[in-house]
């Protein structure tokens, strides 16, 4: 299914973004709105744009600069010190459990099957 969701979207959720950005971000909506068509192609629009959006601003908050797989960066110079940690430190895509949620992915179904015949 073919999704309305550009880079105009990421940036009226998050902020404006530079043209780098801009191509990285069209480049990911483009991921994460396949990840979502394989999961729930019958998903509401406006819940795929979200979710979208929210997974594209996820992966770009790392920046392209973080070092893949660090959890925390510490620098120090004389009495003067600084640390930080990283949500999501390699920039990946993925959809939290409430976005899968949304999305109806995962809910389970029970049904029930007389073997004996009748009603």
């Known amino acids: 299914m073919a999704h309305n969701v550009t880079t105009s979207d990421v940036a009226a959720r998050?902020?404006?973004?530079?043209?780098?950005e801009e191509t990285r971000a069209e480049a990911l909506l483009t991921?994460?709105?396949?990840?979502i068509d394989a999961l729930a192609p019958d998903a509401d629009e406006g819940i795929v744009r979200q979710v979208a959006c929210?997974?594209?601003?996820?992966a770009m908050s790392a920046g392209a600069d973080a070092p893949l797989g660090a959890s925390s960066a510490n620098w120090s110079a004389g009495s003067y010190s600084g640390s930080?940690?990283?949500a999501n430190p390699s920039g990946d895509l993925y959809m939290t459990q409430q976005e899968m949620r949304i999305l109806g992915i995962g809910t389970g179904r029970v049904a029930s099957?007389?073997?004996?015949g009748g009603e």
């Open 113 to 116: 099957v007389s073997l004996l």
């Open 84 to 86: 930080v940690s990283y």
């Open 14 to 20: 998050w902020r404006a973004l530079t043209a780098d």
């Open 31 to 35: 991921d994460a709105l396949a990840r």
């Open 54 to 58: 929210s997974m594209v601003i996820r």
